[in-house]
């Protein structure tokens, strides 16, 4: 299946240092190009990365514009910061790649399907997978079907991916290959909390309160009467 072409128009940003937050203000986001040759300072509306961010997420290839440049330029998202308090879009930076030029790339893996088995918990043990390839080539994610699992101890590795392995190459060692990426494991029971017994005495009474409630009455009267 061919990608569709994503293409975005952005303009090019004099506003650098603390002064950004008026652009933030506004409604636009500041950011970046990087990659091939020098860093350009660009702006573009938060809305507008937003919408873009859904579509190509990390792994996508858009064809951006910069008012007042010629040609397109391919890029990807490198890093999104974003606000640890308010969850705001801070800032972006986008690397420039060359399309004749395989680069690496992180491709998330996407469980699909469910499974029925007694006493089994899905655990996935890599959410992603690093690969090789040309940026047009990148898959947008690895989807794994886990219906196929049927029992404890089973699990999908890095040799059951399914990919065109004549685009793209998974960048890990041979012996790597039968890793697990997802498997079943047991489900653990909880162990109850042990209740801790009071301290006995050797005749099997409570440590604390030696005698019965008619010993002690009958102590306090003699201790009387000897007063007396």
């Known amino acids: 299946m061919t990608k569709a072409k994503v293409n975005i128009t952005v303009q090019p940003r004099d506003i650098s240092g603390k ?6 203000t506004a409604g636009d986001l500041p950011a970046n190009i990087y990659g091939q040759g020098e860093s350009t300072q660009i702006q573009l ?19 951006m514009t910069v008012e007042g440049q010629k040609n397109d330029r391919p890029v990807m998202v490198d890093e999104v910061q974003v606000s640890g308090i308010s969850g705001a879009l801070l800032h972006v930076s986008f690397r420039e790649v060359s399309l004749k030029e395989k ?10 399907g469910e499974i029925d088995v007694a006493e089994g ?58 890793s697990p990426l997802i498997q079943i494991e047991a489900q653990r029971e909880e162990e ?7 301290a006995q005495g050797e ?18 009267s003699s201790d009387s009467e000897k007063s007396e």
Do not use: C
């Open 19 to 24: 002064r950004v937050h008026r652009l933030r």
């Open 103 to 112: 680069i690496s790339a992180e491709v998330p893996v996407e469980v699909v």
């Open 121 to 178: 918990v899905l655990v996935v043990v890599r959410d992603s997978v690093e690969i090789e390839a040309l940026p047009t080539d990148i898959p947008e994610k690895f989807e794994i079907d886990v219906s196929i699992l049927t029992e404890v101890g089973q699990s999908i590795s890095f040799r059951d991916l399914k990919y065109d392995k004549n685009t793209v190459s998974l960048t890990i060692d041979e012996e790597m290959m039968d």
């Open 203 to 220: 005749d099997g009474e409570s440590a604390q309160g030696t005698g019965s409630a008619e010993d002690k009455s009958e102590d306090q």
């Open 45 to 63: 509306k938060t809305k507008d990365f937003t919408k873009l961010y859904a579509t190509m997420g990390d792994t996508g290839l858009a064809y």
């Open 192 to 198: 109850p909390e042990e209740v801790e017994e009071p």
